[in-house]
């Protein structure tokens, strides 16, 4: 197992850790470490710098995965980390300098997450969003079972405005010179399919991997296809 890069996986925003059982379930059957980091989703430099804690305490090389928001948190994560081999971006935003996640997803039509979001002051300042639960199903989860989307959305971590709305600080983001995979689906309610083409197209991708009538939430419906794009950059 020592001989294999650690996977470290990010979820992103509406979102948590448990997110990625399905695909850690397969790693490990695999003897395949990984390890699923929080993400507070507080702020992006905050976040990323958190992420970068978490690689340096493996002391090992890793492979590092993004889902949603979480793509934001690699990109400033990996930007300079000779301990990062490989990233993928899982329904992710790759963003480039001075990009945030809001301004992107308005990059192309598609995205309804806008309309799906509560607003909630938090006593640090600014506003906590998350996707109110009478739309989470339909809006992030579409393609899991009533029940599985009704624990999804009691667990779902808020992120801040603030997070959302943050520009990528690095001039160097991670996909620039770190090797890049993307999977994706194209029925993502949250980041429009013409979004994941351009910015996988743009990062260079090694490989891209479009997963039809697939909803945002991959890493629970498709953790298959998400998995076999890791092991790809893992044999990479």
Not at 67 to 95: Q, R, W
Not at 142 to 152: G, K, Y
Request: hydrophobic residues 45%.
């Amino acid at each position: 197992m020592s001989e294999n890069p650690v996977v470290v996986l990010v979820h992103g925003a509406f979102a948590e850790s448990a997110s990625w059982n399905g695909v850690i379930e397969r790693l490990q059957a695999q003897s395949i470490e990984a390890v699923a980091a929080p993400n507070a989703l507080r702020s992006l430099d905050g976040d990323a710098q958190y992420v970068r804690d978490v690689i340096a305490g493996i002391g090992r090389p890793v492979v590092l995965v993004g889902h949603s928001y979480g793509g934001m948190v690699i990109t400033e994560a990996a930007a300079n980390n000779d301990a990062v081999k490989a990233l993928v971006y899982v329904c992710a935003f790759a963003p480039d300098q001075g990009e945030s996640a809001f301004a992107l997803s308005a990059k192309f039509p598609g995205s309804t997450l806008g309309d799906a979001l509560n607003a909630y002051p938090v006593s640090t300042g600014g506003n906590d969003l998350a996707i109110r639960k009478d739309v989470f199903h339909q809006q992030f989860c579409a393609d899991v079972p009533d029940d599985v989307a009704a624990l999804m959305a009691a667990t779902q971590r808020p992120a801040t405005e603030a997070a959302l709305t943050a520009n990528l600080a690095t001039d160097s983001p991670a996909w620039k010179s770190t090797p890049s995979w993307f999977v994706f689906s194209d029925q993502d309610l949250n980041i429009p399919v013409a979004l994941h083409r351009f910015m996988a197209e743009r990062a260079g991708a090694k490989d891209t991997r479009e997963i039809a009538g697939a909803s945002h939430a991959l890493s629970v419906s498709q953790p298959e296809a998400v998995t076999t794009t890791i092991l790809e950059a893992l044999s990479a």
